[in-house]
């Protein structure tokens, strides 16, 4: 989950920056703000003006008769498709699972609500020494769910000994009220922030 999500936020904070500065562009163009401050853009920069625009009648003509032109046009669309359909895809498959089987094998007829379970480890985490904050919720499809546990510690608190804690406390726990021995867990330990002090 963790390894999915950082490309994700790199992809979405890179489409903000250009989506935020295309529009302070426009903003500052549209109000006239050049003009008004006295300042003078670069050479060549967009939207100076209330009158300025995207592309010219020259620039969107520019290659529109070279052979070559609507291939690579066509070409580069579809790649961007392609590259945006395997992003939602793989957004897709990153499912929560919303009743799980209890047992292994599934009882028939028992099924237990993922969020629960997913509270009740949240919960229970919490409640470890030197926690300060936990979290907890489950992923990947309901007859092989995996648990990712966040957890942010106090300062100066061993993650070894809160690791022990955590396997044989709340993921034992939960493995038994399931039924499920095989449940895979990922864990994220933190360090809460705190200001640096000096010892006397």
């Known amino acids: 989950m963790k390894t999915r999500s950082v490309p994700n936020r790199i992809l979405l904070a890179l489409a903000g920056l250009v989506l935020l500065g295309t529009g302070l562009l426009a903003l500052a163009g549209g109000l ?13 920069w967009p939207y100076t003006a209330p009158s300025s625009v995207l592309l010219t ?14 291939p690579v046009a066509i070409a580069a669309l579809a790649v961007a498709l392609v590259l945006a359909l395997w992003w939602l895809v793989a957004q897709l498959r990153q499912r929560r699972p919303g009743r799980l089987p209890v047992g292994t094998p599934p009882v028939a007829g028992v099924r237990l609500e993922g969020h629960a379970l997913a509270q009740a480890l949240t919960e229970d985490c919490a409640r470890l020494p030197g926690v300060k904050s936990a979290g907890a919720h489950l992923t990947g499809p309901a007859g092989n769910p995996r648990a990712d546990v966040t957890l942010t510690l106090e300062p100066h608190i061993s993650p070894r000994g809160v690791s022990g804690a955590l396997v044989d406390g709340p993921l034992r726990r939960a493995r038994r009220s399931t039924g499920r021995q095989d449940l895979s867990t990922r864990v994220v330990l933190r360090v809460a922030s705190h200001r640096p002090h000096r010892a006397d």
């Open 32 to 44: 006239d703000l050049y003009r008004r401050l006295n300042v003078t853009p670069p050479g060549g």
């Open 57 to 70: 009648d020259a620039q969107r003509t520019r290659w529109a008769g070279e052979g070559w032109w609507w």
